[in-house]
């Protein structure tokens, strides 16, 4: 099972820009972080959907790799649908995926988001698909 550390370590060498981390890898839910800054920022000082949209993706592409036990960079969206439930307002959006199903190759979970610490708080939730390709040794 990789841990948070390695699949950070992997996601700076394949995309050095991203601001997203991992916090949490399991075989049943991942963790994802993204620290806010005002270019995430609308009118109000409401988080960009965009913003939210990629914390939930990373946290299902965080996923993907527990699901299939190993770092996959070229695991891809099939789909994500996601509805907003309240204002998105703080520093950093978190995303915590949990599987709903899987097979050999697809990966479904469904996420919540939320701001800060304020979990019991979710200003947005999320489901989608990752596709796995097949392991190449």
């Known amino acids: 099972m990789p841990t948070p ?11 050095p820009g991203a601001r997203c981390a991992c916090v949490e890898v399991t075989s049943e839910s991942a963790a994802a972080v993204i620290p806010t800054s005002d270019d995430d920022l ?3 000082g409401h988080v960009s959907g965009p913003t939210l949209f990629a ?4 946290a299902l592409w965080f996923l993907a ?3 299939a036990d190993r770092i ?5 969206t099939s789909d994500l649908s996601i509805r907003f439930l309240r204002p998105a307002r703080g520093r950093a959006v978190r995303a915590r995926a949990v599987l709903n199903g899987a097979t050999r190759r ?3 979970g469904t996420v919540t988001l939320w701001m800060d610490d304020d ?3 979710p200003c947005a ?3 989608g698909t990752y596709v796995v390709p097949a392991h190449h040794a």
């Open 42 to 44: 609308r009118p109000g």
């Open 119 to 121: 979990e019991d708080a």
């Open 55 to 58: 914390a939930a993706d990373a």
């Open 106 to 108: 697809t990966v479904v």
């Open 72 to 76: 996959v960079p070229l695991a891809l």
């Open 5 to 15: 550390d390695e699949v950070n370590a992997a996601l700076q060498q394949e995309w």
């Open 125 to 127: 939730t999320a489901q």
């Open 65 to 67: 790799f527990g699901v």
